[in-house]
């Protein structure tokens, strides 16, 4: 086993796929597997009423203390977990009635009906929340690669932006610098023509390789400070927002990148931010996909990058089915990976190569 010395904050800095929703969405996706299985318990209730009777109350109280705690941003959530509250009150009450009529065998189809009628009212209102729906998918093979083109510096950071429908690639040149380019499309990196390119000037220089933009805003680590994290508005080019991130950025959060402090990841459920602990052993980057962190190895020398230590913040992913896996081929080393949820591609900074991985994925 690996030892795992990185951190995950969810960055609070407001987006379309904010904090707020996020975690709410774990809350959401929390109770409705809970009440999931509360629910298949019930159809096989006549073993054990009593202690499901039990359950339920947890979970109940659960919820009811979840919903005080939250200081909610969105009503419509609010009334979601109003209403799973609600099912579970109703799911307690069947289990009374069944427990003082129907302690054993018969009524089961009965109920079974009713489970399926609760179900069906749940997914109507699942539908409005896809933010970490539908959201089980572990890596199980980094397939191929495609090198794209080769920059003059052998750091930077690459990717394309992940808002639906976007197809525009932003590429960060160096570890410190206040301009990017932003190309139309992926053939206009590989072509390089001045006219599909955008130079975007940021109003203060990035720090790094973890960067990352998302509908219209680049997040970055503002250069010179310790974990000040900034979104910019790449048509503004002005601050539209930024943050600080306490007890992060001390140390380079990849062994073998030195110069990256904060390590900004997009994947399917929200926009994370990586930063190590105590300096993790000879790690070189890491992407996120579906909320599980994967960290890719080398040596310093340079060699076949692995992907070997999973970090699942839903437990979805069991270290048992977890082997290390590798990368196809290797240049030296890669200063930054960066995930896009929608096409299952990794855009890699491989010693100056821009690199894309094509990635295959398993639904659990
Ligand atoms: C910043 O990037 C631009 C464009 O890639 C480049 O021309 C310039 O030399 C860089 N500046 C520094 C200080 O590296
Ligand atoms: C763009 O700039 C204007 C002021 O110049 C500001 O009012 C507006 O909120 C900015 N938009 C974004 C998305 O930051
Ligand atoms: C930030 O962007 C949002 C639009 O996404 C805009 O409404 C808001 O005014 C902007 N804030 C600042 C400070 O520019």
Not at 4 to 25: D, F, I, N, P
Not at 273 to 282: K, T
């Amino acid at each position: 086993m690996c030892t795992l010395l990185l951190t995950l904050v969810l960055l609070s800095l407001r987006s379309g796929l904010a904090q707020s929703s996020t975690q709410e969405a774990y809350i959401i996706q929390y109770f409705e597997r809970r009440i999931h299985q509360l629910e298949e318990r019930l159809i096989t209730c006549e073993q054990n009423s009593l202690r499901l009777d039990q359950k339920i109350n947890d979970v109940s109280a659960e919820v009811r203390s979840r919903l005080a705690g939250l200081g909610m941003h969105r009503t419509e959530m609010a009334t979601w977990v109003e209403s799973v509250a609600m099912r579970v009150e109703r799911v307690e009450r069947d289990v009374e009635y069944l427990e003082s009529k129907i302690p054993n065998q018969p009524h089961v189809e009965v109920q079974e009906a009713l489970i399926e009628q609760q179900i069906a009212e749940a997914q109507k209102q699942k539908v409005k929340f896809t933010i970490g729906t539908d959201c089980s998918t572990v890596l199980t093979s980094v397939k191929s690669l495609k090198i794209v083109k080769k920059a003059d510096d052998i750091y930077g950071s690459w990717l394309k932006d992940p808002t639906k429908g976007s197809s525009k690639i932003y590429v960060f040149t160096g570890n410190k610098n206040d301009t990017l380019l932003e190309f139309q499309s992926l053939k206009g990196v590989a072509e390089e023509r001045a006219t599909q390119v955008n130079k975007i000037q940021l109003p203060f220089p990035w720090q790094g390789t973890g960067h990352t933009v998302y509908d219209g805003f680049v997040y970055y680590h503002k250069a010179d400070t310790t974990n000040q994290i900034l979104k910019v508005h790449l048509r503004n080019r002005t601050v539209n927002d930024s943050t600080l991130l306490p007890g992060a950025g001390r140390l380079p959060v990849y062994a073998l990148t030195t110069h990256t402090f904060l390590d900004l990841a997009v994947d399917e459920l929200g926009l994370w931010v990586i930063y190590a602990d105590p300096e993790s052993r000879n790690a070189e980057s890491a992407f996120m996909i579906c909320g599980t962190l994967y960290v890719v190895y080398n040596s310093r020398h340079g060699g076949r990058s692995s992907v070997e230590c999973l970090y699942d913040i839903h437990d979805a992913v069991r270290s048992l089915e977890s082997p290390m896996l590798f990368f196809p081929k290797r240049y030296t080393s890669h200063y930054s990976l960066h995930y896009h949820p929608k096409d299952k591609l990794l855009y890699g900074w491989d010693d100056g190569y821009q690199t894309i991985y094509k990635l295959d994925l398993k639904s659990l």
